[in-house]
């Protein structure tokens, strides 16, 4: 988010805000296909524009349900992006399923994985 910009975006899939520099992307699809994904590319993308190197780029998964093959690469094609833009990257909000799937793919393993609300406020000071 650049200065002249507001301080958060929303589609109706994804609310993009920042807090202390670092970039929150909120998922508010309860199940993430290719549809979905590539909207939320798009929108996530150009909010790495302007990000502060160094800081975090947070995706919250705690209002979505599930992930086709599509939506988890939605989450390593922005992991991608976001250690390209210089920010580290943290999952956070993962339901159990999710949680499982990203361990079977050996997706966590690109993460940091905020496992609460006040690790994750802890991760953003």
Do not use: W, Y
């Amino acid at each position: 988010m650049n200065p002249d910009s507001p301080a958060s975006s929303t589609t109706t899939l994804v609310t993009i805000s920042t807090k202390n520099q670092h970039v929150i992307v909120r998922l508010h699809a309860p199940a993430i296909g290719a549809r979905e994904a590539l909207a939320i590319v798009e929108e996530a993308a150009r909010s790495l524009e302007s990000a502060v190197k160094g800081k975090r780029f947070i995706i919250d998964l705690s209002r979505t349900d599930a992930l086709s093959s599509m939506g988890l690469g939605l989450c390593v094609d922005l992991r991608n992006r976001a250690v390209d833009a210089g920010l580290k990257p943290v999952l956070t909000g993962m339901n159990v399923q999710l949680a499982e799937l990203f361990h079977l793919m050996r997706v966590d393993r690109l993460f940091t994985i905020a496992q609460s609300t006040v690790e994750l406020e802890r991760m953003m000071l």
